[in-house]
């Protein structure tokens, strides 16, 4: 089963009572799904290495009307159009250069049931020697989230015994802005760490309500909380997240 059709089925899954009534009109995620491998299959571009580039950040123009009907959803269905991203990626044999974004906005121009793609190529966020370095990026940040400021003070290379090292400029502080956060070495995470003790998707940070939890995604080495194995645990201000030797602190004003 291919990429497209796994989507297909997880959709099949969500469209039920009001998601089923969203998509009335003409427009199905299906269809965006398939213009999103479209977009990466013309824009792929061979780099340095024999790697092959595609876009990692999507932006999906939909109606007005369209876009009213979907608002409660399009967070859930960003996130499944990113994975199939990611999948078809893997199967293509496709790189990105930053985190797979999709997005959703309102153009009045636009038909009901009519829907118009772009697509960028945005670096990430990187970790690498106790250095963050943010991207150079118009990509909007949505602060609202969760109340507090939720963001993770980094420490590579060594692991500090209390809050005292808290990165005191911006620059070695990330912040939670979206509802799934990514960590790993891979190129496609949304914060990437450059540690050979870190697996390529190694574990998630997700906002769920008004709690922020960590996830391990089954990595090699395993994700340790306040120095304990763990498999998911909720974050409190303080909280020291260790990952290979890379330690983020959880910090929430």
Same mark, same amino acid.
């Given at each position: =089963?291919? %990429? ?9 899954? +969500? ?23 479209? #977009? =990466? ?19 999906? #123009? ?20 990113? &994975? ?8 293509? /044999? ?17 038909? @009901? ?15 690498? /020697? ?39 400029? +911006?620059?070695?502080?990330? #912040?939670?802005?979206?509802?799934? @956060? +990514? ?20 574990? #998630?940070?997700?906002?769920?309500? &008004? ?9 090699? &080495?395993? @994700? ?8 998911? %645990? +909720? ?11 890379? @330690? ?6």
């Amino acid at each position: =089963m291919g %990429a497209l059709q796994r989507f297909e089925r997880k959709i099949e899954g +969500m469209v039920e009572g009001g998601f089923a009534r969203a998509f009335k009109s003409e427009l199905q995620p299906v269809e965006i799904g398939s213009a999103i491998r479209r #977009e =990466m299959d013309e824009r792929a571009a061979i780099v340095a290495q024999g790697r092959t580039l595609v876009p990692n950040d999507f932006v999906v #123009e939909l109606s007005e009307t369209d876009s009213s009907r979907l608002s409660v959803y399009v967070d859930s269905l960003g996130q499944e159009l990113a &994975n199939l991203a990611r999948e078809y990626a893997t199967e293509q /044999g496709y790189s990105f250069v930053g985190p797979v974004r999709v997005r959703f906005q309102s153009a009045p121009d636009l038909a @009901t049931g009519r829907f118009r793609l772009r697509s960028g190529v945005i670096r990430g966020t990187t970790v690498e /020697g106790r250095e963050i370095r943010q991207p150079v990026t118009d990509h909007p940040r949505d602060q609202s989230i969760l109340q507090g400021r939720p963001r993770l003070l980094v420490s590579a290379g060594e692991h500090p015994s209390g809050g005292s090292d808290e990165g005191q400029g +911006m620059q070695r502080s990330y #912040e939670i802005t979206t509802p799934v @956060t +990514m960590l790993g070495r891979g190129t496609d995470c949304d914060l990437r760490l450059v540690d050979a003790g870190v697996s390529r998707h190694h574990a #998630e940070i997700r906002v769920e309500g &008004n709690e922020v939890v960590v996830v391990d995604l089954e990595s090699t &080495n395993g @994700t340790f909380v306040n120095g304990q194995p763990i498999k998911r %645990a +909720m974050l409190v201000n303080g909280t020291r997240v260790s990952l290979g030797r890379t @330690t983020l602190i959880f910090q929430r004003d």
